[in-house]
Antibody
């Protein structure tokens, strides 16, 4: 059974840092691009970042470039999101998500974690 | 960046009725369009990928159609559990984007 479990969210001041983790199980983690998608309170979904199975290719939405860094440890089946220089507008639930197919560029997601809430506020 | 525009913003229907949701892309996304359902407090659920392919376990009352810039999600005979927010999302190029959502509410 596929499972994605996020952790690491919390309350942080503007300019602060957090690292989110997503523990994956039930599939061959290293064969899949993985993604972070966020949802601000009461708002729609926003793709944040994606990372290839090998870790060689990374993609980001413009608003987080230079501040958020996606990475993975395939030996631990874990995806990360290092969040630096946080802003109020980064406040959201952050979901990690697995694509519906591996071994290729299949960037729509059939499994999602439960999400972890990041609140940026002074 | 591909902008996805969903309409209507809200659809008020009764159980048993047919729902037709639209997603229009600002440029062609070929068939690389997905639909998701999201209920309050839950993660999104993939319904349709690549415009017309139902995801695993999705009931046949959900169907997707379209290509290029115009796409439709159809729910035949709404069940009580179908009242939710629906999002489209493309995967044709970076950055990936979502539409703003359509809320299907009980009339």
């Amino acid at each position: 059974e596929v499972q994605l479990v996020e952790s690491g969210g919390g309350l942080v001041q503007p300019g602060g840092s957090l690292r989110l983790s997503c523990a994956a199980s039930g599939f061959t983690f290293s064969s899949y691009y993985m993604a972070w998608v966020r949802q601000a309170p009461g708002k729609g979904l926003e793709w944040v970042s994606s990372l290839s199975g090998s870790g060689a290719s990374t993609y980001y939405t413009d608003s987080v470039k230079g501040r958020l860094t996606i990475s993975r440890d395939n030996s631990k089946n874990t995806l990360y999101l290092q969040m630096n220089s946080l802003r109020n507008e980064d406040t959201a639930i952050y979901f990690c998500a697995k694509p519906f197919r591996g071994n290729g560029d299949f960037h729509s997601w059939d499994y999602w974690g439960q999400g972890t809430l990041v609140t940026v506020s002074s | 960046e591909v902008v996805l525009t969903q309409s209507p913003a809200t659809l008020s229907l009764s159980p048993g009725e047919r729902a037709t949701l639209s997603c229009r892309a600002s440029q062609s996304v070929s068939s690389y369009l997905a639909w998701y359902q999201q209920k309050p407090g839950q993660a999104p659920r993939l319904l349709i990928y690549d415009a017309s392919n139902r995801a695993t376990g999705i009931p046949a009352r959900f169907s997707g159609s379209g290509s290029g810039t115009d796409f439709t999600l159809t729910i035949t005979s709404l069940k009580p559990e179908d009242f939710a927010v629906y999002y489209c999302q493309h995967r044709s190029s970076w950055p990936l984007t979502f539409g703003g959502g359509t809320k299907v509410e009980i009339k």
